[in-house]
C-alpha cells in the first residue's frame, strides 16, 4: 500500500562547506537517480569524483556576482524548494516560469564560530557570515512536507537509508526531523553571529538575549529521578565537564556534572598541586601540596566522612600514586586536566568510577557570563573571577597576620568564593579543615564548620564569604580556635567584630570583596 507522504527526491541542490562525506552521499544519490545542481567549489568537488553536476548558474540563468555574494538567492532556485506539490497554482506558477522543484536541499553554513575563534579580524569574520545557505535551509524547512533537508554530514546516512528502504523517496517523519534540526541549526547559527557582534561592541549585557547550545546526551534523570534532563554544550570553549573526555566508568548523571563543574572550576583557583573533594556542589575538603598525592592526604582529612560518595577534581594530570589512594574510597567521579596512562590502569579496576580528562584547566581568572533561569526569565551576570591578593588585605586589628596565616587567610578565602552562603572555612597549612555551608544563620555556619574541625581548628585561618554581621559568629570561630580571620568587611558593626577579634588578640583582615554563591 503506497503512501502519500513519501516524497521521490528527483533533483538535489548540494552546497557545503564541510564536504566530509559528500562523495559516499551524492553516490548514493545518483545511484537513486537523483539530478545534482551545485555552486564553486562543491561542484568541483563532484565533478572531480566523476559526478554529474549541473551548475546553479546554469539552473538560474545568471552567472554568480559579487565574490559569490549571490548565487543560490534567485526564483528559479527557490521557487523549486518552496512550491508545494499539493498546490495546483504553485506547481502551475512554477511551471509557467520553467521552474523544476527541489526535493532535497543539502546545504552546511560557512565556518562563521571557526573564523573566530582563529582569530580572524572584524572583516574575515563578516565574510564568513552566510546568507545563502541559512535562506537555503530554511525555505527547505518550511517545506518540509515535500522537500527533505540536510544541515550536517550527520544526516547522510539517515536520507541514505529512507531512499534505499522506499525506493529513492522520504518519509514525513524524517523530513520533519530533518526540518527541527535545520531550524535549530540557524538559529544556533544566528545566534553566534549576534553574540560575536555583541562582542565588538562591548555590550555585555544585549538588549535581547541570545543564546544556543548543542545537546551532548540525554540523562537518565535529573536531579531526581521523576524529573527529566540533558546536558548541552555550547557558549564558547572553557576546560571543564563539556570538553572532557570520559575514560571510563557509569554514564554521567546530572548531580555527577553539577559537581564536578564545581570541583574543577575550584581546583582551577591554585597555581600548585590541588585536591578538591565536593559532595553536593559544596566542597568538603580542599587542599595544596608538593605533589598531588600529598593534597590528597590533606583533602581527605578534613572530612572523610562526607568525601565518600564525592566528586574528586585535580589540577594536574592525575598520576598513579595519587590514582592509587583514590581507588581506596568509594568515589563517583574523578576529572583532571589529563590522565597518566599508569593512572588508567590503576583505575580500571573501579569499573563504575567515572573518570575525565577535560584536556586543561579552565582560567579562574577568565572573563564570562552565568546564567541562571527563573519563572519566566533568567538572570545573567558576569563569573565571579575576581582574587583577593596579599596587597589587597586591609589590616583592621592591633595584630597583623603572620607569613603563616596570610597564607591560609588567603587560601580560605579562594575556598570560601565556591562555597554556598553563608560560607565559613577554616584552614591551615594549605588545606581546609572545617566547613560550613549553606546556612540561614553565619553563626551556625562556623559552628558546623567547627564541629567538623574539631581539634584540628586550634591555630587555623577563617575566612566568611561576606561580612560578620554581628561578633557572635567571630567570637564562635576564635573559641574554636582561630588565630586569625579573613572576611569583606562593610558592617554597620564592624568596630563591634574588631573590638571582638583584638580582645581575643587576633590577627583579621578586611578584603572588601564580598564572594556570595547562591
Known amino acids: 500500500m503506497s503512501d502519500s507522504r513519501l516524497r521521490p527526491v528527483q533533483r538535489a541542490l548540494i552546497s557545503v562547506s564541510d564536504k566530509s562525506g559528500l562523495i559516499p552521499f551524492a553516490q548514493a544519490l545518483v545511484r537513486h537517480g537523483v539530478t545534482l545542481i551545485s ?27 559579487l565574490d ?16 508545494k506539490r499539493s498546490e495546483r497554482a504553485h506547481m502551475d506558477a512554477i511551471a509557467k516560469h520553467g521552474i523544476a522543484p527541489i526535493d532535497l536541499v543539502v546545504v552546511n553554513l560557512y565556518p562563521f564560530a571557526a573564523t573566530v575563534t582563529a ?42 537509508t529512507e531512499l534505499e528502504t522506499h525506493r529513492g523517496s522520504t518519509t514525513l ?18 545566534a553566534e553571529i549576534a553574540r560575536w557582534f555583541a562582542r565588538q561592541s562591548d555590550e555585555e549585557f544585549p538588549e535581547a538575549l541570545i543564546f544556543a547550545a548543542a545537546r551532548k546526551q540525554l540523562l537518565r534523570y535529573g536531579e531526581n529521578p521523576h524529573q527529566q534532563a540533558a546536558f548541552y554544550v555550547g557558549g564558547g570553549a572553557r576546560k571543564g565537564v563539556a570538553t572532557a573526555h570520559q575514560l571510563q566508568g557509569k554514564e554521567l548523571s546530572y548531580n555527577n556534572l553539577n559537581d564536578t563543574d ?5 581546583a582551577a583557583e591554585f597555581a600548585e598541586p590541588a585536591v578538591v573533594i565536593v559532595k553536593h556542589a559544596n566542597p568538603c575538603g580542599v587542599a595544596v601540596a608538593d605533589t598531588l598525592r ?10 572523610p566522612m562526607s568525601a565518600f560518595g564525592g566528586i574528586v577534581a585535580v589540577n594536574r594530570p592525575l598520576d598513579p600514586a595519587t590514582a592509587e589512594a583514590i581507588g581506596k574510597l568509594f568515589m563517583e567521579v574523578v576529572i583532571a586536566p589529563a590522565v597518566d596512562d599508569a593512572a588508567r590502569a590503576v583505575l580500571k579496576k573501579k569499573t563504575a568510577l567515572r573518570v575525565l580528562a577535560a584536556g586543561g584547566m579552565p582560567d579562574p581568572a577568565e572573563a564570562g557570563l552565568t546564567l541562571k533561569s ?10 565571579d573571577a575576581s582574587r583577593v591578593s596579599e596587597n589587597q588585605l586591609k589590616t583592621v586589628t592591633k595584630r597583623a597576620p603572620d607569613r603563616r596565616e596570610i597564607r591560609d587567610l588567603i587560601f580560605a578565602f579562594r575556598v570560601c568564593k565556591h562555597v554556598k552562603s553563608n560560607a565559613i572555612v577554616f584552614a591551615k597549612g594549605g588545606a581546609t579543615v572545617g566547613i560550613g555551608a549553606g546556612q540561614m544563620s553565619r553563626v551556625d555556619s562556623v559552628r558546623i564548620a567547627a564541629q567538623k574541625g574539631g581539634e584540628a581548628i586550634k591555630g587555623s585561618a577563617v575566612a566568611s564569604d561576606a561580612f560578620f554581621p554581628f561578633a557572635d559568629g567571630l567570637e564562635a570561630a576564635i573559641a574554636a580556635g582561630a588565630t586569625a580571620a579573613i572576611q569583606p568587611g562593610g558592617s554597620v558593626r564592624d568596630a563591634e567584630v574588631i573590638a571582638a577579634a583584638d580582645k581575643a588578640g587576633i590577627a583579621m583582615v578586611f578584603t572588601g570583596m564580598r564572594h556570595f554563591r547562591h
Not at 173 to 190: E, G, K, T
Not at 294 to 303: I, R, S
Open 262 to 266: 564545581a570541583a574543577f572550576e575550584l
Open 39 to 65: 555552486t564553486g567549489g562543491t561542484a568541483r568537488t563532484l565533478s572531480d569524483a566523476g559526478l554529474a553536476v549541473e551548475e546553479v548558474a546554469a539552473v538560474t540563468r545568471f552567472p554568480e556576482m
Open 173 to 190: 517523519a524524517l523530513r520533519r526531523a530533518l526540518a527541527q534540526r535545520a531550524f535549530a541549526r540557524s538559529a544556533a547559527y544566528d
Open 374 to 383: 527563573l519563572a519566566g526569565g533568567y538572570l545573567l551576570q558576569s563569573r
Open 294 to 303: 600529598a593534597a590528597w592526604d590533606k583533602a581527605l582529612a578534613c572530612d
Open 119 to 160: 582569530g580572524a579580524p572584524f572583516e574575515t569574520c563578516v565574510e564568513n557570515i552566510d546568507i545563502g545557505g541559512p535562506s537555503l535551509i530554511r525555505a527547505a524547512a518550511k517545506n518540509h512536507a515535500d522537500v527533505a533537508v540536510a544541515t550536517d554530514p550527520a544526516d547522510y546516512d539517515a536520507i541514505a
Open 68 to 83: 559569490g555574494r549571490v548565487k543560490t538567492l534567485h526564483p528559479a532556485i527557490h521557487g523549486g524548494i518552496l512550491a
